[in-house]
C-alpha cells in the first residue's frame, strides 16, 4: 500500500500544478484583455483539458485518504464489523466504476488518436488529455481492490502516520 499510496500523492502533486497552471493563466489572460487588449489564445481549451487531467489525477489520492462520499447515516448504528464489510464493498463498487471509466477513457483516447481530433482553436490534440487520464484511474483501481482485499487498517503504518485513517 505504500507504493500505491506514494504514487496517489504524486498524482495529486501533478494535480495541484495543472490547477497553479490553470490559474496563473487565467490570471495573465484577465489582466492581458484589460491592460493590453490581448488574451491567451485557446486559454479557455487549455483550461478544459488541464482540468479534466487534474480531476482524474487527484482521484487516488482521494481514495487513499477515503475522501468519496460516504453515506453513513444509514449505517452508524451498524456494528464496527459490518461498516468494515460495507467499506470494502464500496471500495470494490468503486474500483469497478473506476475500472469502467480507465477503460472507457483508454477508448476515447485511442479513437481521439485515430482520428486525429484536435481542439478547435489551438490544434491540441485531445487524445493527450486521455493519456494523461488512464494511469490515474487505474491506480485508483488498484488502491480500491487493495482496499476491498485487504481493509483499511493495512494503510496505517507507524512509518508514515499521514496514511492513518
Known amino acids: ?3 500505491l499510496a ?6 495529486a502533486i501533478l494535480a495541484g500544478l495543472l490547477l497553479i497552471f490553470i490559474t496563473l493563466m487565467t490570471c495573465v489572460s484577465i489582466i ?9 489564445v485557446g486559454d479557455f481549451e487549455l483550461s478544459g483539458a488541464a482540468a479534466g487531467a487534474a480531476i482524474a489525477l487527484f482521484m487516488p489520492w482521494c481514495q487513499v485518504r477515503r475522501g468519496n462520499i460516504m ?5 452508524a448504528r451498524a456494528s464496527e464489523s459490518a461498516q468494515n464489510v460495507m467499506d470494502r464493498i464500496g471500495a470494490l463498487l468503486l474500483g469497478c466504476a ?7 477513457t ?13 481542439t478547435q482553436i489551438l490544434g491540441f ?9 488512464v494511469p490515474p484511474l487505474a491506480l485508483t483501481v488498484l488502491i ?14 507507524e512509518d508514515n502516520p499521514e496514511l492513518a485513517v
Not at 106 to 118: A, I, K, R, W
Open 144 to 157: 480500491a481492490l487493495h482496499q476491498c482485499l485487504f481493509g483499511f487498517e493495512a494503510q496505517t503504518t
Open 98 to 104: 473506476m475500472a469502467l471509466m480507465a477503460w472507457r
Open 125 to 133: 490534440p485531445e487524445w493527450v488529455v486521455y493519456a494523461v487520464m
Open 71 to 75: 453515506v453513513d447515516f444509514f449505517t
Open 106 to 118: 483508454s477508448l476515447g483516447g485511442l479513437n481521439s488518436f485515430y482520428t486525429h481530433s484536435e
Open 32 to 40: 492581458g484583455r484589460d491592460l493590453v487588449g490581448k488574451t491567451i
Open 6 to 11: 506514494n504514487l496517489a500523492k504524486l498524482c
Open 1 to 3: 500500500m505504500k507504493i
